[in-house]
T-cell receptor, first 110, second 121 residues
Framework: QSALTQPASVSGSPGQSITISCTGT?????????VSWYQQHPGKAPKLMIY???NRPSGVSDRFSGSQSGNMASLTISGLQPEDEADYYC??????????FGGGTRLTVL | QVQLVQSGSELKKSGASVKISCKAS????????VNWVRQAPGQGLEWMGR????????TYAQGFTGRFVFSLDTSVGAAYLQITSLRAEDTAVYYC??????????????WGQGTLITVSS
């Protein structure tokens, strides 16, 4: 199973909005609506930010939102804050309990 | 609260074996599977597989068959990852993470704090 494709890096200034894309295939993203997103700060464990494409767990800021169109999912962060600077990973369900991760995107808040 | 606590860092010689524990609390352990994820130094997250905590049946990702074994001790609510014949390229942080949805492996939440395994020659 090939990894999902994410941009290596994105950047934005405080207060701006950014979008991170995650591209897969009909066999993963396009075949299901089971995309999740994780935030990882250096030296820390990943944290779930979005599940099932659009849902935010309790406690996650509503500045984070997710969407999907065909084989591509997106994570949008609005009103960028310095603490949003981190690595972000997308994941999709594939089949038979199998998951696949994206390569990760480093977000820099300028 | 729901949490997973992993065992501590280990330094191992090439060829040795290591067993990482992941102890769950705050929920019914056999109702949610456990995923294992590897992160090599400076690299991204890589899904290794998952174990069904109700049946004990593991699912391994490509590249993680043979030397990697998932197991359980349901009496104490713990999952284990054993790696045999360690190689330098096994040096990584290993995370366990709970299957987020009882009826399917759709997301991972919460995650353990990670266990650093360093393999030296």
């Amino acid at each position: 199973q090939s990894a999902l494709t994410q941009p290596a890096s994105v950047s934005g200034s405080p207060g701006q909005s950014i979008t991170i894309s995650c591209t897969g295939t009909n066999g993963d993203i396009g075949g299901y609506s089971y995309v999740s997103w994780y935030q990882q700060h250096p030296g820390k464990a990943p944290k779930l930010m979005i599940y099932d494409v659009v849902n935010r767990p309790s406690g996650v800021s509503d500045r984070f939102s997710g969407s999907q169109s065909g084989n591509m999912a997106s994570l949008t962060i609005s009103g960028l804050q310095p603490e949003d600077e981190a690595d972000y990973y997308c994941t999709s369900y594939v089949r038979n309990s199998i998951l696949v991760f994206g390569g990760g995107t480093r977000l820099t808040v300028l | 609260q729901v949490q997973l606590v992993q065992s501590g860092s280990e330094l191992k010689k090439s060829g040795a074996s290591v067993k990482i524990s992941c102890k769950a609390s705050g929920y019914s352990f056999t109702s949610y599977g456990v995923n294992w994820v590897r992160q090599a130094p400076g690299q991204g997250l890589e899904w290794m597989g998952r174990i069904n905590t109700n049946t004990g049946i593991p699912t391994y990702a490509q590249g993680f068959t043979g030397r990697f074994v998932f197991s359980l001790d349901t009496s104490v609510g713990a999952a284990y990852l054993q790696i045999t014949s360690l190689r330098a390229e096994d040096t990584a942080v290993y995370y366990c993470g709970r299957v987020g949805y009882a009826s399917g492996n759709r997301w991972i939440d919460p995650w353990g704090q990670g266990t650093l395994i360093t393999v030296s020659s």
